[in-house]
């Protein structure tokens, strides 16, 4: 692991015992694959630990897709996504979602259906002058809190199973909010972009007072304070990172952000998702 300087040799010959924890995504990839001969597994993360950005899944993917092509086991995209979420779900303890695996595994903007016949994919790309002015405008920092997104979803979903009435009400809210957001996107409608990206902060927050923290509250504070048209927490929220709309000040808005204690992080759009090659 280059990210965390550690590196491990292991025997299956030998019956070593496998480390706990540190490479716990890779050894049950491993297990599943089971591959004939040894191999040299190096892994680099770019994101902080605990981010909310979907690390740990997209991580899965790149494992579970290097290890296809080296088995040369042939399995469809979309049965790797099931077994790289049944592997995660394995580590974490409880239920994943489904929408973190698909921008790993397919890249791009991905528009999640899901019904009583199971989950459909729309794959939209955001080209031209709006793809380049949400890079432009929208921030991407962490807020110097880490979270575990497993914690928050767990008791929600626990609250929706027992009827609880307010839960129910926030996750309409957010579904709603994700139907308009949709066509948002698809119509390059920044002022709806950002309405509904406040819109769906403030569902979130119904759904558990652990969404957010002071530390969020303070940067989302902060940046609408210096023109930000929208904020959000990244994931379930607790910590993390979180997403800040500037209104074409970003510089000024990045400082403030970094005055009250996060951490810039510099990305782009990707539009081509899980890229295995051979040497």
Not at 158 to 164: L, N, S, V, W
Not at 205 to 213: G, H, I, N, Q, R
Request: with cysteine; net charge neutral; proline share 2%.
């Amino acid at each position: 692991s280059r990210d965390q300087d550690i590196k491990y040799q292991y025997s299956s010959k030998n019956n070593e015992k496998m480390p706990e924890k540190t490479f716990d995504l890779l050894l049950e990839a491993i297990k599943y694959f089971k591959p004939d001969k040894g191999l040299r597994f190096t892994t680099d993360v770019a994101l902080p630990k605990g981010s909310g950005l979907a690390g740990s899944s997209a991580l899965i993917i790149a494992i579970c897709g290097a290890l296809r092509e080296y088995t040369k086991k042939k399995i469809m995209d979309e049965e790797l996504i099931e077994i790289a979420r049944s592997l995660e779900e394995k580590i974490i303890k409880t239920t994943a979602g489904w929408q973190d695996y698909y921008p790993a595994m397919y890249g791009g903007l991905n528009i999640l259906e899901f019904n009583n016949e199971g989950r459909h994919r729309n794959s939209n790309s955001i080209l031209g002058s709006f793809h380049k002015e949400l890079e432009n405008k929208l921030i991407l920092c962490y807020t110097g809190e880490p979270h575990f997104s497993g914690t928050n979803n767990q008791e929600i979903l626990e609250k929706r199973k027992a009827r609880d009435k307010n839960v129910i009400a926030a996750l309409e809210a957010v579904k709603q909010t994700a139907i308009k957001m949709k066509e948002a996107v698809i119509s390059e409608d920044l002022e709806e972009f950002a309405k509904l990206l406040n819109e769906d902060w403030e569902n979130r927050k119904l759904l558990s007072p652990k969404v957010t923290t002071n530390q969020i509250e303070k940067l989302i504070g902060a940046s609408f304070e210096k023109g930000a048209k929208a904020a959000r927490v990244c994931g379930a929220g607790g910590g993390g990172c979180m997403v800040v709309l500037s209104n074409g000040n970003r510089f000024e808005i990045e400082n403030t952000l970094k005055e009250n204690g996060a951490e810039i992080l510099d990305y782009e759009f990707d539009y081509k998702g899980l890229d295995v090659r051979r040497d």
